[in-house]
């Protein structure tokens, strides 16, 4: 298996990003906790019965109602990180961020790197005693990709063939090139190679679903009663809006390496009442409200972490004067990133000085980011005489009228008047800000109505691939009308590229081009921030992933 790609970033809880889907849909992200009325008021929250003396329980705060215990629509972080402890994939997250072995004990690929092969754990069980079998893969991987299942995760397995005509409506579920050769065997085949292959099938939309029990019972889960699942741990509670509770699964092929007995997940969408919990003990885990940022910032308890994904800026390319491109560039390397995260978002984040996020790792060891270097950076005096340049080019004595356009939330804002400020300072511009509700405003940049419009990206796989592909010609994710011939073939040629050190550079390219073109210009990359009680230990936050207590303990 191959395994040079590795993040080594420590990443935030996922629960703390309960206001975002890590999909592709980037008018959101996370937002810094706000205070609102909490779910669970008049509830008794964070009430729990007192555990026996020698039980290791712990205490964690899902937010809010999970979406959905089926995998396959469950694609949002109040499910996901519930679902990556009560089930489990073909692969699991190590400490180190890697996809390695988990249901699966052995994986071959084929010379051609289209073909994978699962071998299925003998040990591998459901919570009720049944064998994962190769079959379960399979029927929940075609439930995901069947339309009437609408999961808005289906497009993760397009590289799958035969995977996205069936999705669409216009292949057969036998058309799809995945196989239970006998009970033990899990094939897959590929449209092409797909170096992060082994890390996306860690998201819990490719985990299995005992077909048994799914055949039976449609609405199996969604309750503990009926809930059967194959992951560490194994859900025995559920008052929905209120709490859900796990303990040990005593059939997971691994469970000698669990040390917590139990898991109790409170759900309070209020980070003060979170906050107050923690204190009163009632958590072992919480998100820092904003308003004690500053005040918490020296805590022993605190835990600062990066998140694969970034904030950023578009330009509608099709809207003068952001037709030109030395004009884009001016207006980028007329914002200075680290006054805003010093000075605007306060919460430590790194400043973005290119799309590609820190933490991916390549072939040689070294660090992505630093190895391309800052692409874009605060330089006044660049923007000043690009903005003259592209005037010229365009034949402007007086720049069109510029609008920054951005969704409600006082943090965008405070963002969008900074960025406002610079462009006045730097290049003399008036620009005039803009807000449009959240549903609204997403809706009308896909339909490329703004001038300029923030927006964020968080990954959906450990890959520079997943956050480069954005901008290719047509994707949904693009919204800048931007389309480039050269960079749609480096973006093809990056997924069909088998040579793991020319695929680097190649990705590397992609960068560099997509930062000249400007058709988007970065602020900074998501970190979130979490406390964490004395004597919790083992709990693996991934950048790109999910919580892990499958190691975590509590003395």
């Known amino acids: 298996m191959k395994k040079w790609l590795t993040f080594l970033m420590v990443a935030m809880l996922a629960l703390v990003l309960a206001a975002c889907t ?56 109040v499910s996901w990180s519930a679902l990556n402890n009560i089930m489990e994939g073909l692969t699991r997250l190590d400490e180190n961020h890697r996809a390695v072995e988990a249901t699966a004990e052995k994986i071959d690929i084929s010379a051609d790197g289209l073909t994978y092969t699962f071998t299925i754990r003998d040990s591998a069980k459901w919570s009720n005693g049944d064998p994962v079998v190769a079959g379960d893969f399979v029927w929940a991987w075609k439930h995901m990709l069947n339309p009437e299942t609408a999961s808005p995760a289906a497009f993760l397995a397009y590289f799958i063939e035969g995977a996205e005509a069936y999705n669409n409506g216009e292949g057969s579920a036998d058309d ?22 082994l890390n996306i099938i860690t998201n819990p939309s490719f985990f299995p679903i005992n077909e048994k029990v799914a055949s039976a019972n449609p609405t199996w889960h969604t309750e503990a009663a009926t809930f059967v699942g194959n992951g560490p741990f194994k859900l025995t509670k559920w008052d929905h809006d209120v709490s859900f509770e796990f303990e040990k ?37 919480t998100g820092v409200p904003s308003e004690l940022a500053d005040q918490l910032k020296d805590s ?40 805003i995260v010093n000075f605007v978002t306060k919460n430590g984040e ?87 509700e959240g549903a609204v405003f997403l809706s009308e940049q896909k339909e490329f109505k703004y001038q300029m419009s923030r927006s964020s990206f968080l990954h959906d796989y450990a890959d520079p691939v997943n956050a480069l592909e954005s901008f290719i010609t047509g994707s949904s994710m693009n919204r ?40 988007v210009f970065p602020l900074y990359f998501y970190n979130s921030t979490s406390l964490e009680k004395p004597g919790v230990t083992g709990i693996l936050r991934h950048p790109v992933g999910y919580l892990d207590l499958k190691y975590a303990d509590k003395n």
Request: hydrophobic share 35%; aromatic share 10%; no cysteine.
């Open 22 to 77: 890590a999909n592709k849909d980037a008018g959101k992200e996370p937002e810094k906790p706000a205070d609102t009325t909490s779910k669970t008021e008049g509830k008794d929250e964070g009430k729990t019965e007192e555990p026996a003396a020698s039980e290791k329980v712990l205490l964690l705060n899902n937010g809010d109602e999970p979406t959905s215990f089926d995998p396959s629509i469950g694609f949002n972080a």
């Open 176 to 197: 799809i090139a995945i196989e239970a050769k006998d009970e033990r065997t899990f094939v897959v085949k590929l449209t092409s190679p797909n170096e992060a292959f």
């Open 249 to 285: 699964n005593e059939h997971y092929w691994d469970a000698a390496a669990v040390k917590l007995d139990k898991v109790h997940w409170a759900m309070v969408n209020d980070s003060t009442t979170s906050y107050q919990m923690y204190q009163a003990n009632e958590l072992d885990v």
């Open 300 to 339: 022993p308890e605190l835990r600062v972490s990066d998140l694969a994904g970034l904030y950023f800026y578009r330009f509608n390319t099709s809207m003068e004067p952001f037709t030109n491109k030395k004009i884009r560039q001016a207006f980028a390397f007329a914002v200075d990133q680290e006054e």
């Open 350 to 436: 790194k400043a973005a000085h290119g799309f590609v996020t820190y933490g991916f790792i390549g072939p040689d060891g070294k660090e992505f980011r630093e190895s391309v270097g800052d692409l874009v950076s605060f330089n006044p005096e660049k923007a000043k005489q690009l903005l003259e340049e592209g005037m010229k080019e365009e034949g402007y004595t007086e720049l069109p009228k510029v609008t920054i356009t951005y969704s409600t939330s006082e943090s965008h804002q405070n963002i969008a008047i900074a960025l406002q400020s610079k462009f006045k300072e730097v290049l003399g511009v008036d620009a005039e800000l803009q807000n449009i």
């Open 480 to 519: 800048t009308t931007w389309s480039n011939a050269e960079y749609d073939k480096l973006i093809a040629d990056i997924k069909n590229e088998t040579d793991e050190n020319k695929r680097w550079e190649m990705l590397k390219d992609a960068d560099r081009l997509l930062m000249d073109e400007m058709p």
